[in-house]
């Protein structure tokens, strides 16, 4: 049986090999440390573990509406409104199956065949796929490392053709943790007025900022740029709620009701008893999160300083999520390989530590090394990776 086509467009994973030879070297007994993971280490905190639990008790297992359970809804609202200076009313939210299920929606309602949507490289993974399964093309922009890995107004406005249909603005980012100011976002926000783009803003990390900057939603600079903006969020990174698929989608009202009319074809509603336990997660003042937080800020200053003192290992420093992104090619080189992802399976295999290589995240000289583990297999990590990189200078 033949494929759909759609489905051929797809690229696999960069991830795949590198966890599938991982898994393998674990199985054979091996004491492997995998940096590759994408989520806290943290468990979701007792509160909201006892409201699922209660939502349960209490009959809370039925279908709800397709965008979400009023009360929930109200909750982001407010949310929204204390933490970002937003206010959206019911009908301009949806709640979906994580924010991954958010974009995958937003993008099935807006695109058109060859539709393009700008793609600011490095990129996390799933965009460029998503956007293809809806018919759509990726447009990709790679943004300077000496930079901050962030697109300019220049770059954004040399990229935008006649079939340009959004930009995705990531900040704080996946993979390298950078994040725009209020000044950059103003300047990327004219650009997208003047064209007429739509801005897909995913704010899943906003929780996660280790420094004096603030974060900023540009849908909250003007009216303007609020009515041509889809915030996209949820409690997975916030609340150490990966598990539970609770995300959400904030915007133009006609937007959000497309989405709500697939979802309710698609996954007909989100997990009651989630949203429930996300409910309670935005009801209730809790300092647990701020405890995760700063334990990744511990960990990152570590880990940090650690991976840079490497020969041939350069990392600009992140403001926020639990990536490290270095540029290894120099390390890759001196070490005899003639492409990153080569010299990451080396490593695996010789000193069983598991990087994800930046090649699919569009950045094939960089490695995302996540520190969402403790500090005494961080250290161990990044002993190894200098033993390999100096068992193997030419």
Known sequence: MELAKRVKTLTPSSTLAISAKAKELKQQGHDVIGLGVGEPDFNTPGYILNAANNAMQNGMTKYTPSGGILELKQAISNKLTKDNGLEYKNDQIIVTTGAKHALYTLFQVLLNNNDEVIVPAPYWVSYPEQIKLA?????????????????????????????????????????????????????????????????????????????????VSIASLSKELKEQTIVINGLSKSHAM??????????????????????????????????????????????????????????????????????????????????????????????????????????????????????????????????????????????????FVLNHQS
Request: aromatic share 8%; with cysteine.
């Open 135 to 215: 018919g759509g093309s990726p447009v990709y922009v790679n943004a300077l490392e000496e930079n901050e890995f962030k697109l300019t107004p220049a770059e954004l406005e040399a990229s935008i053709t006649s079939k340009t249909k959004a930009v995705i603005i990531n900040s704080p980012s996946n993979p390298t943790g950078m994040m725009y100011n209020k000044e950059e976002l103003e300047k990327l926000g004219e650009v997208c007025l003047k064209h007429n783009i739509l801005i897909v803003s995913d704010e899943i990390y906003e929780k996660l900022i280790y420094t004096n900057d603030e974060h």
């Open 242 to 387: 990966t598990g539970w698929r609770i995300g959400y989608a904030a915007g133009p009202k006609s937007i959000i009701k497309a989405m709500t009319n697939l979802a309710s074809h698609s996954t007909s509603n989100p997990t009651s008893i989630s949203q429930y336990a996300a409910l309670a997660a935005y009801e209730t003042e809790n300092d647990s999160m701020e405890e995760m937080k700063e334990a990744f800020n511990e960990r990152l200053n570590r880990f940090y300083d650690l991976i840079n003192e490497i020969p041939g290992i350069s990392c600009v420093k992140p403001k926020g999520a639990f990536y490290l992104f270095p540029n290894v090619q120099k390390a890759a080189a001196d070490n005899g390989y003639s492409n990153v992802d080569d010299w990451v399976t080396a490593l695996l295999e010789e000193e069983k530590v598991a990087l994800i290589p930046g090649s699919g995240f569009g950045a094939p000289n960089n490695v995302r090394l996540s520190y969402a583990t403790s500090i005494e297999i961080l250290e161990e990590a990044a002993k190894r990776i200098k033993r």
